[in-house]
């Protein structure tokens, strides 16, 4: 913890992502742009709701400041997920942003 962070509490992020590897460059990239936070990820749809419910193995989850919330996701699609956040703010008033890559070839 540096001058800038004392005193502060670190940023809740919850990362809905399935590639494991957008997951690490997500966590690098926080790491280097010195974010003070907390990354929670949830693998897909069904995990992201769970967390944001506070359910099963979530039932002690940290309510999420900010959720980056991947479109494409198995299971349940970001899509799903975030028609059912918006449609409920008790579960979360965080902040939600969409993100998806489009693949070309």
């Keep these: 913890m540096d001058d800038a962070t004392k005193g502060s509490r670190p940023v809740e992020i919850l990362l809905v992502e399935d590639n494991p590897g957008d997951e690490r460059l997500t966590r690098e990239a ?4 010195k974010v003070y936070s907390n990354l929670h990820w949830a693998k897909d749809g069904v995990e992201a709701m769970e967390f944001l ?12 400041d900010i959720i980056l919330l991947d479109l494409n996701l198995p299971k349940k699609d970001g899509r799903e997920v975030l028609e059912e956040i918006k449609s409920d703010r008790r579960k979360t008033g965080a902040k939600c942003w969409r993100r998806s890559r489009a693949i070309r070839s």
Excluded: S, W, Y
């Design 30 to 33: 926080l790491k280097e742009g």
């Design 53 to 64: 419910r506070r359910t099963g193995r979530f039932a002690n989850a940290i309510r999420p």
